[in-house]
Nanobody
Framework: QVQLVESGVGLVQPGGSLSLSCAAS????????MGWDRQTPGNQRELVAH???????NYADSVKGRFTISRHNAKNTVYLRMNSLKPEDTAVYYC????????????WGQGTQVTVSS
């Protein structure tokens, strides 16, 4: 099994920046890619960004140019740097581990509340 633990501070003013991190442990060999989804009350989780083992990245249109996903393979950690944050970015952010595509998610992080508010 794969376990994911998220960390990061989640309150910022509009236009500000935040960074989240997610550390993987357990059966790391099963992971092909890692990513972040987010969810707001009453809505389904939506893809934010993901990064493969060969550093290919993909972003939701709503975050392109503002968010950057990266990974440190030796630390089995993925990062999400969020710049120019908007109130509509407010959500619970979930890290995930992907075994294959179409997205076969084998683990989720515990979720981190990100609030963008003045």
């Amino acid at each position: 099994q794969v376990q994911l633990v998220e960390s990061g501070v989640g309150l910022v003013q509009p236009g500000g920046s935040l960074s989240l991190s997610c550390a993987a442990s357990g059966d790391i060999f099963r992971i092909y890619a890692m990513g972040w989804d987010r969810q707001t009350p009453g809505n389904q989780r939506e893809l934010v960004a993901h990064i493969t083992s060969d550093d290919s990245t993909n972003y939701a249109d709503s975050v392109k140019g503002r968010f950057t996903i990266s990974r440190h393979n030796a630390k089995n950690t993925v990062y999400l740097r969020m710049n120019s944050l908007k109130p509509e970015d407010t959500a619970v952010y979930y890290c995930n581990a992907i075994r294959n595509y179409p997205r076969d998610i084998i683990a989720w992080g515990q979720g981190t509340q990100v609030t963008v508010s003045s």
